[in-house]
């Protein structure tokens, strides 16, 4: 059985850091790409960043998160990050991440959410100003 779980949320002031962890069981994170998605409240979801399995790079889909969000992986763990820093009021949002059906993936993969086969129960981010 496929299982994805985050953790790391919390409540954080305006400026600060947050780091999310996604651990994986059921599937490799080498046949894998992963992405973190995220919902505000009143708001539909949205990419944010992805990064393929052979950990080539983040691919940003939201703008506003560049310079500031970074993902990385450690496939032995078999858990992804999202470090988030300078984090702003509007960042405030239920994170998820979500497994990818190829190992490779673009931002534009992010558009629709049909390709992501598994996701987690979310972890909330709130960010107070």
């Known amino acids: 059985e496929v299982q994805l779980v985050e953790s790391g949320g919390g409540l954080v002031q305006a400026g600060g850091s947050v780091r999310l962890s996604c651990a994986a069981s059921?599937?490799?994170?080498?046949?894998?790409?992963i992405a973190w998605f995220r919902q505000a409240p009143g708001k539909d979801r949205e990419g944010v960043l992805c990064?393929?399995?052979?950990?080539?790079?983040?691919?940003y889909y939201l703008n506003s998160v560049e310079g500031r969000f970074t993902m990385s992986s450690d496939n032995a763990e078999n858990t992804v990050y999202l470090q988030m820093n300078s984090l702003k009021p509007e960042d405030t949002a239920v994170y998820y991440c979500?497994?990818?059906?190829?190992?490779?993936?673009?931002?534009?993969?992010?558009?629709?959410?049909?390709?992501?086969?598994?996701w987690g129960q979310g972890t909330q981010v709130t960010v107070s100003s």
């Open positions: 979500a497994e990818y059906y190829l190992p490779y993936i673009t931002a534009p993969a992010m558009t629709s959410a049909k390709d992501f086969t598994s």
């Open positions: 059921g599937f490799k994170f080498d046949d894998h790409a």
């Open positions: 990064i393929s399995s052979n950990d080539d790079g983040n691919q």
